[in-house]
């Protein structure tokens, strides 16, 4: 499991009702559904994907994030998982908002951007930089919204969500990927 | 068809008051089950049946000899595997395999009720199918799943009875008949109209049978189950034993030589009135207006957990309309999963050996048993 995995899952309350947007091949899921809470669903855009999610016995939605929020309630779950796909939306903001509209919380994790050795990458090769996080080229990579740790906080400051962020500069630099945990 | 008499029935005695005003009592109920209901009689599925479905879902069928209309799903370690699940499934009323409907007897004429039989609905006929639960002593069943009329019959029962099933599987259906597929049932129901020895549906008096007609109703509605792409791979242009076209009116092409066959074995099975009545019961189906236009109320009262399952290139009940259904159930906090299965079979994938399909509904309903027998421990 990835040590990622593990973060998350600490943020989350025992038995509380948590939906995992973008859910993937549903590992997060299986492991909290497994250790945390078993109240929890997957929103996952790939077909593929929702039989993998099926296969190991989770619930999920087959939905695209971007149209399928809006059909739930109002603070209808207590967690709104979005691991590390919020860079390649359409609209990452209007994803936010919904987010926080239909969590009560919000974890969202991010690959940063500021991480040193994405600078290094671009200060030394000139290239956009292809790290294990983003192994992507820049044609064929599916992130249309790169941005920093930095930037994300910032973002929040700026709208008045509510995000735990000490030591930015730091983990703004030596972070590989940024958890938060935000709120309205 | 007297091998009709032997197949199982309940007698429901208590009044069954209809959509139609109507109040039928007395009434038979023909059904099947597979598998074994186990001493907690917590293993129970209803399955519903589509529009020319029956009783018999799995193994053969007693009466055509031929494979159930569910044998890929249903059966001993299948999909719905009939050594671990109760699976029952009932003739709807209006049909034609035993259950009351119009070739039955009215007593008042002594000739089939015919067109003097009352019009049914999906409603009636979800009342008349609860009568099964009291008939084996089920207080909640472990899922009742069905697809297309069957699925609106899912549909319909959790909204009557929103207490009585653990967990729901509609499957490529509506909650509310479209325009289109009125329009397609009408043209059928006019073919059989149309044939002369229809005779208002009092055809039995003259031991002629508007099998024409209904033949005809067939093969136009057998076209709407499959895809466009799925009758180019399987017909294309391909001519049916002949090498070169014959300049008439004869079966040149596979697909109409398909088709002819289709329908003339359908009279074989099928009454024609019973067309007319359940292709009725499907047009009057609309779950939302039965709750004014919010069918988020339909499922207010009921826990039960759904998996909604649509298909790729069903446009008879095409995914946005099974997705409103799934909308419907979020927007009220209801535990609801919903996969769009890729398949080029149309509609009638939920009939065929299509391997996402079946993993789906035996993963579902795995996993729900379990979890439902973790919380007892």
Redesign the interface.
Known sequence: MKKEFNVIAKLVEKNSKVLDVGCGDGELMKYINENIT?DI?GLEIS?SN??KC??K???????DAEKDLK???KS?FDYVILGQTLQAFLNPENVITELLRVGKKAIVTIPNFGYWKVRLHLLFKGTMPITKDLPNEWYNTPNLHMCTIKDFVNYCNKKNIKINSQNLSYKNLFSKLGIFVIEK | MNDIKKVKKIIIDKPLKLDCGQTISNFPLAYETYGKLNDKKDNAILAFHALSGDQFAAGINPITKKEGWWNYLIGPGKAVDTEKYFVICANVIGGCMGSYGPSNINPKTNKNFATEFPVITINDMVNAQYHLLDFFKIEKLFSVLGGSMGGMQVLQFVSNFPHRSQTAIPIACTASHSAQNIALNELGRQSIMADHNWSNGFYGEYKKSPDKGLAVARMAAHITYLSKKGLEEKFGRKLQERDDLKFSFDADFQIESYLRYQGSVFVDRFDANSYLYITRAMDYFDLKKQFNGNLSKAFEKSNT?FFIISFTSDWLYPTSEN?EI??AL????K????????SDKGHDSFLLDVP?FL??IK??L??SY??LNEKRI
Do not use: Y
């Open positions: 078993n669903r077909k929702v039989q099926i296969e016995g989770l619930t999920v939605i087959e939905g059909q739930f309630p209808s | 957990k997705r799934v909308i979020n927007s009220i906090g535990n609801v999963g919903f996969a769009e299965i890729t996402d993993n789906t993963n579902f795995n996993t379990n979890k």
